[in-house]
């Protein structure tokens, strides 16, 4: 089975920036749909991000046209550039991936691999 691992998480102001990758190995994914999900104490968790194979993507409102996502397959490395930080930013973010497309990207349990998250907080 794949294996996902995040890194980039980390602490940051109001308006900064940070950049967050999985790396994906065991299986390539380059026919797969990746995303990135989050979840912020006491919440669910709730997609972010995904990227078909293909490079389309789609975005969750509360990001859209701040963060970024990217993959780069022959490297099986995903990425998730966040620009313009909030304090309702501050989760756990989970690289996660499928052996299928996108369609109905933020159903969680379509996921069959997940990464065990990385921290981003977000403070004024």
Sequence with gaps: QVQLVESGGGSVQVGGSLTLSCVASGITYSRACMAWFR????????????IEAGGSTMYSEPVKGRF???????KNI???????LKPDDTAMYYCA?????????????KYNTWGQGTQVTVSS
């Design 39 to 50: 979840q912020a104490p006491g919440q669910e968790r709730l997609a972010v991000a995904a």
């Design 97 to 109: 991936a499928k052996n299928d497309a996108c369609n109905v990207w933020t159903w969680r349990h």
């Design 78 to 84: 995903l990425n998730l550039q966040m620009n313009d």
């Design 68 to 74: 970024t996502i990217s993959r780069d397959n022959a």
